[in-house]
């Protein structure tokens, strides 16, 4: 009783009073502090996170399965993270400091991997995408072609180029310019679709996060007693 | 003549890598720049912070990693350099663990060399980075010192004089968030600016930029869309303030390289679409 019947009541009396701290300035304090409280418990699910990743790793190391030696590249990774994060305690400098601390461990991390890493895989993404264009972008049937037409539209928008090849055209036909049209797009037609997906997510939080206050929804528990 | 245009539907990829590559590098080493138009979304944002009065107080985000430093970093570089030219007070700040170093670059690439003048913690704080995502806008809407307790170099904000009369996101005049992801800036929106009625600014990756267009101009008062939105932001600033023409201008000269990579893409694009209907795919299909 006790293991489904107090988080129940907990989630709903939480939710509650986070409900009505939007709606009621004076509960601004206690949505602060929740939002506090969130951080700890969130740290307290990081230990769990981080336990859970070296079991999984480990035990696909030990047993060889594909790609068991990315595994121990993970894990070597965590592993170098975690000491060089417990060591910084406080305001600590030398090999133990900050990010931003010249000869840090995670100075070292950063600069050696971490940046090298994330700008590569981020630069092959501008190969990926030519290649995939010239593949996908073909105009085999009505949507196919609206869709490559409001690209090629939005990729010279997007550049001078796009102005000036539509410089010459008068001024009542202005509106027929590739920057104007760009934004027609991007302001119009993306604006409508952008919209209803964030209405539709709004609604799917609303009644998702109504069933969880109400009790209706319990999977978070176990999925047992949903 | 079908055969060949077949061959040309079906190219190797690494002919397509070959050419990106030789688009960003022959442009990057020549030096290749086009003029850059400030449009009306990019502009709000110029307009906005040059009309602040001196000493308002901006909140400056710098929600992003190393990843997007190429786009993200002209932004907040130009948007710092105006601010500090209007000597507007700055609070730095990341949601982002890998924003460490991004304001750390803003210390040593403006704040040092172009504004050695300026005094930390009286006219610029680096509040550093708070864990939490969204939850620290929550807590920083009503009580701002106490989401960010100390400042970057471990001092108590609530000893410094820039923090005089903060207590509340509501105190500040501007939010300012370049961002490459979540928490970004519909998460200032939702949480900070639009409870607090304060305006909130944006930059983001060009991939992020049209799911932000549902904000604007109500919520969101102007949005800096990937490297054209960084050049936009780069001309309005040297057009206005001319001094900053060889220190402000990354963005305007990697939108060279860019621009000519667009232009390949585009031709791969018409020239995919040429062999599909030209050569046998098409007839195939319709028959």
């Known amino acids: 009783m006790i293991r489904v019947t107090l988080p129940v009541l907990l989630t709903s009396v939480v939710g509650f009073l986070l409900v009505a701290a939007f709606f009621f300035r004076g509960l601004n304090r ?15 699910a990081f230990i769990l996170g981080g336990g859970n990743l070296l079991r999984m790793h480990l035990d696909k190391v030990q047993r060889r399965r594909p790609g068991w030696t990315y595994s121990i590249v993970t894990v070597v990774a965590f592993l170098f993270t975690l000491i060089a994060g417990l060591f910084k305690v406080g305001n600590s400098q030398g090999w133990t400091g900050p990010v931003e601390a010249q000869g840090s ?3 070292f991390a ?16 501008a190969f990926f995408v030519a290649s995939a264009s010239y593949r996908a972008f073909r105009a085999r049937n009505v949507e196919a072609t609206l869709l490559l037409v409001a690209a090629l539209i939005i990729l010279l928008g997007r550049t001078f180029v796009g102005a000036f090849l539509t410089s010459w055209l008068p001024q009542p036909l202005q509106f027929l310019s590739i920057p104007n049209l760009s934004n027609w797009i991007m302001s119009t037609v993306n604006l409508a679709g952008a919209r209803a997906i964030i209405i539709g997510i709004g609604l799917g939080v609303i009644s998702t996060s109504l069933k969880i206050i109400l009790g209706i929804e319990r999977s978070y528990l176990g999925g047992r007693e949903s | 003549m079908s055969a060949f245009l077949d061959r040309v539907g079906r190219m190797d990829r690494r002919l397509i890598y070959v050419a990106i590559a030789l688009a960003v590098i022959i442009p990057l080493v020549a030096g290749l720049t086009f003029p850059v138009i400030t449009t009306p979304i990019v502009q709000n944002i110029f307009d906005k912070l040059d009309s602040l009065p001196e000493g308002s107080r901006v909140i400056l985000t710098a929600d992003f990693g190393p990843s997007t430093v190429p786009e993200n970093m002209p932004m907040i570089q130009a948007v710092l350099r105006h601010a500090l030219h209007k000597k507007l ?39 550093g980075y708070k864990a939490g995502n969204q939850g620290v806008i929550n807590s920083a809407f009503s009580d701002f010192p106490g989401a960010f307790p100390v400042d970057s170099k471990g001092h108590d904000v609530r000893t410094l004089p820039i923090m005089e009369g903060v207590k509340r996101i509501a105190d500040f005049n501007l939010i300012v968030c370049i961002a490459s992801g979540f928490p970004g800036v519909k998460e200032w929106i939702q949480f900070g600016g639009d409870p607090a009625h304060v305006p909130v600014a944006g930059g983001v990756t060009a991939v992020e930029a049209p799911l932000l267009y549902p904000y604007y101009p109500r919520q969101l008062l102007g949005l800096m869309g990937g490297l054209q939105g960084a050049a936009e932001y780069e001309a309005a600033l040297v057009k ?27 031709a791969f694009i018409v020239l995919g679409n040429v062999a599909f209907f030209t050569g046998g795919e098409w007839r195939r299909r319709r028959t």
């Open chain 1, 30 to 44: 206690v949505n602060s502090d929740l939002s506090e409280y969130f951080n700890i418990i969130a740290a307290v």
């Open chain 2, 89 to 127: 007070k700055v609070y730095l700040l990341t949601l982002w663990a890998t924003g460490i170093p991004q304001l750390d670059a803003l210390e040593q690439n403006v704040l040092a060399k172009d504004f050695p003048d300026r005094v930390a913690g009286q006219d610029w704080v680096n509040l």
């Open chain 1, 110 to 125: 950063y600069d050696a991997m971490f940046n090298p890493l994330q700008a590569t895989m981020f630069s092959l993404l």
């Open chain 2, 240 to 266: 206005q303030y001319p001094e900053y023409a060889s220190r402000s201008e990354e963005a305007i000269q990697r939108m060279g390289p860019q621009t000519v990579a667009h232009l390949v893409i585009i």
């Open chain 1, 105 to 107: 461990w995670f100075n």
